[in-house]
């Protein structure tokens, strides 16, 4: 994994957990609020490629953490 997909992927599991552990209102909320994400994460998402962004929803997906 990436340093890029890592920073993605601990931002993606806050917010999951924010979300409680549910996938699609977290999918959501990242959608509807790109502007506040911090910008190292931002930066590391423009960087990966759609199948480095999935690899790291799916791993979240499967493993859960």
Same mark, same amino acid.
């Given at each position: $994994?990436?340093?890029?997909?890592?920073? +993605?992927? !601990?931002?993606?599991? *806050? #917010?999951?957990?924010?979300?409680?552990?549910?996938?699609?209102?977290? $999918?959501?909320?990242?959608?509807?609020? +790109?502007? !506040?994400?911090?910008? *190292? #994460?931002?930066?590391?998402?423009?960087?990966?490629?759609?199948?480095?962004?999935?690899?790291?929803?799916?791993?979240?997906?499967?493993?859960?953490?």
């Amino acid at each position: $994994m990436t340093t890029d997909q890592r920073t +993605f992927r !601990r931002y993606l599991l *806050t #917010v999951f957990d924010d979300q409680c552990s549910d996938i699609i209102r977290t $999918m959501m909320w990242m959608s509807n609020h +790109f502007q !506040r994400w911090p910008n *190292t #994460v931002r930066v590391a998402y423009h960087r990966l490629s759609t199948a480095e962004r999935n690899a790291v929803i799916r791993e979240v997906l499967v493993n859960g953490d």
